[in-house]
C-alpha cells in the first residue's frame, strides 16, 4: 500500500506539471491567435500542425505508441483551435450582451417593441385601390394603425401573380395617407429602396429573400425600419446572422418576424416555431413579431396562435385580411374576410395580451 501510495502521489505531482504546462501552452496560443487576427491569416495552418506532430513522433520513447501520441495531440490541438476561435469571435450587434435594453423601432406615429404590443393587418396582395381602401377602413375602425400589403410578390410559380409593383406601392402611399396608416410592404431588389423611401413607411425582406444579402446590406444602409422575415428552413442563428447584416450597415431599425418553418407536418401551411419567440427576446434586443397567417394556413386557428405567441412575449401579430378572400389573387385560403378580422381583434384585445 505505501509503494501504490507513492505512486498515486508521482501521478499527482505529474497531473499538476501538466495542467500548468496545459495552461501555458494556452496562453501562447492565444498569443499566436491575436497575432493571426492583426495579419488576417487563416487560424488553422495543416503544415505547422503536421511538422509538430512529426516532431512528437521522433522523439516518442514510449510506452505511448506513435498513432497514440499522435491521438493525444491532436485532441490539444483542437482545444488550442478553439481558444482562437474564441478569442476572435465577435460579439453580435444585435445581442442581448450587447445592449440590454430593448430596441423600439419607430416609424411615422407607431412604436413597435417596449411595453406595447403591435397589431399589423393588410391582404397579402395589393390588388386595387378599392381593396385596398376597403381594408385601410376596417383596420382604421378596429384601432390598428399598421397596414401591410404587397406590391412585389416573389411566388414559387412564375405563372402566379406577381403584385402590381410599383403602381401597388402608389396605392399604398394614397390610402395610408387618407386614413393616417404606417405601411409595410416586401421590396425584392436592393435598386427598389428608393422606391421604398417614397411610397411606404417599412420594409419588409420576406422569408425567400432572408438570405439574400446584397438585398440585407442595401436595407442596412437605408434608415427605413426594416421587418425581416424568418427564412422557411432557416436555423435560428441563420435568422440572427441575417438581422446581423442590416445593422452591421448602420441600420438599427430592425424587426424579427417568425412566420413559420417547414416541417413534415401537413395539417398547417408551415409549422409555427412558438419557442423562437422567447429565445429571440433573450438573445437579441429586437423587437419580434407572429405572421399567424402564413405561419398556420388556417383561419380557424388564428386567435388561439396569436394568443400563445403574445404569451409567450412577442411585440405583435401579423395577419391577412381581404375583402373578399375567395377572390384573392394570392393566399387565398388564409386570409380572413373584414367580418372576421373585426371578430379576430375582438377576441385577441379581449384576452389582455394586446396591450396599447
Not at 222 to 248: D, Q
Request: charged fraction near 30%; charge should be neutral; include cysteine.
Amino acid at each position: 500500500m505505501d509503494r501504490l501510495e507513492t505512486l498515486r502521489g508521482k501521478l499527482d505531482e505529474v497531473n499538476l506539471k501538466l495542467l500548468e504546462l496545459l495552461n501555458e501552452r494556452a496562453g501562447i496560443v492565444r498569443e499566436i491567435g491575436e497575432w493571426k487576427e492583426e495579419k488576417g491569416m487563416a487560424k488553422f495552418d495543416p503544415i505547422r500542425e503536421r511538422e509538430m506532430l512529426e516532431t512528437l513522433v521522433k522523439h516518442n520513447r514510449g510506452p505511448f505508441t506513435d498513432d497514440q501520441v499522435k491521438h493525444l495531440f491532436k485532441q490539444i490541438f483542437n482545444v488550442s483551435l478553439g481558444l482562437q476561435e474564441a478569442g476572435r469571435k465577435k460579439e453580435l450587434l444585435v445581442s442581448r450582451k450587447r445592449r440590454q435594453e430593448d430596441t423600439v423601432v419607430h416609424a411615422k406615429h407607431v412604436a413597435i417593441g417596449g411595453p406595447a404590443r403591435t397589431l399589423i393587418a393588410g391582404p397579402c396582395s395589393v390588388e386595387s385601390y378599392e381593396q385596398l381602401r376597403a381594408v385601410a377602413a376596417a383596420l382604421k375602425a378596429v384601432g390598428v394603425q399598421v397596414m401591410r400589403g404587397g406590391a412585389f410578390k416573389p411566388r414559387t410559380s412564375p405563372y402566379d401573380f406577381q403584385g402590381l409593383g410599383v403602381e401597388g406601392l402608389q396605392m399604398l402611399k394614397e390610402v395610408a395617407d387618407e386614413f393616417g396608416l404606417v405601411t409595410i410592404s416586401e421590396i425584392v431588389h436592393p435598386a427598389h429602396m428608393e422606391l421604398a423611401e417614397r411610397y411606404i413607411d417599412m420594409i419588409q425582406i420576406g422569408a425567400r429573400n432572408m438570405q439574400n444579402f446584397e438585398l440585407l446590406k442595401a436595407a442596412g444602409e437605408t434608415r427605413m425600419p426594416v421587418v425581416l422575415k424568418r427564412g422557411i428552413s432557416a436555423t435560428m442563428e441563420e435568422f440572427v446572422l441575417a438581422a446581423e447584416y442590416i445593422v452591421s450597415r448602420g441600420n438599427e431599425q430592425v424587426v424579427l418576424i417568425e412566420r413559420g418553418i417547414r416541417t413534415y407536418e401537413r395539417w398547417t401551411r408551415n409549422t409555427l416555431d412558438i419557442s423562437v419567440v422567447p429565445i429571440l427576446k433573450q438573445e437579441t434586443h429586437l423587437p419580434v413579431l407572429v405572421d399567424v397567417s402564413h405561419s398556420t394556413g388556417r383561419k380557424d386557428i388564428l386567435v388561439p396562435c396569436a394568443k400563445a405567441a403574445l404569451a409567450a412575449g412577442a411585440d405583435g401579430i401579423m395577419v391577412e385580411t381581404h375583402p373578399d378572400p375567395q377572390t384573392a389573387l394570392s393566399d387565398a385560403d388564409q386570409q380572413i374576410d373584414l367580418e372576421q378580422f373585426r371578430a379576430f381583434c375582438d377576441a385577441v384585445q379581449q384576452s389582455g395580451l394586446l396591450r396599447k
